[in-house]
DNA sequence: CTTTATGCGTAAGCCAGAACTCGCTGCGGC
DNA sequence: GCCGCAGCGAGTTCTGGCTTACGCATAAAG
């Protein structure tokens, strides 16, 4: 499932028009990624939580040249599903 | 951030009341959950992917009794952050 | 609304360390 | 007041990182 899809099904379920479902679905895309990117998690409860993740540097490889790579440390986005989430993918 | 929050902000970018941003998020959550509850991926552009993943049966450890732990199979949901995502957090 | 053009995302291959997983309980958010 | 989330410990699974090419999505224009 793609944005349009989503977006469309948005559209149905709470009677938006499907360009405003759009423009709601990518104004929450940004509004989380600015929110992340401030240091801060987002939790939506029932559904999971976005954490930004440290990720402490390390020495890699490149696969193609074999040669040691030096991977500087850097920030990720991890997400933890919630109770509701693993339910539902569990069944 | 929490769900209420997140709502207001919906709201505000949008220019939605809140009781509506607070239903499309919710309509959001719910149909994100049942798509991927349904072994499909939901792949959101610029911001990263959902996808089911197939986790294999191990032996664990109950970390108060440190007896082991038999674990089985099951699914979870994985979240693999976009280019803007990474970039936005990176920065 | 459909098409076009551009720009991302995905996939693969390899390897090392890192993150996630589990059960249970307290505590805090709802 | 109640449900959901964080945290612990150890092992295993898994991702990251690079690069190329291809395919699809996105956004804008007719």
Redesign the interface.
């Known amino acids: 499932?793609?944005?349009p899809e989503?977006a469309a099904?948005?559209a149905e379920?709470?009677d938006?028009s499907k360009d405003?479902?759009s423009?709601?679905?990518n104004?929450?895309?940004?509004?989380?990624?600015?929110?992340?990117?401030k240091g801060?998690?987002?939790?939506?409860?029932?559904?999971?939580s976005?954490t930004?993740r440290e990720r402490a540097a390390r020495t890699g490889k490149n696969p193609q040249t074999g040669k040691p790579l030096d991977i500087p440390a850097?920030?990720?986005?991890?997400?933890k599903?919630g109770k509701?989430?693993?339910d539902?993918?569990?069944?």
Do not use: H, W, Y
């Open positions: 499932m793609r944005k989503l099904a948005i379920r709470a938006l405003k479902a423009q709601v679905l104004v929450i895309i940004d509004e989380i990624t600015e929110t992340v990117s801060n998690d987002v939790t939506l409860i029932g559904f999971g976005f930004v850097s920030k990720t986005v991890a997400f599903p509701a989430l693993k539902a993918v569990s069944k």
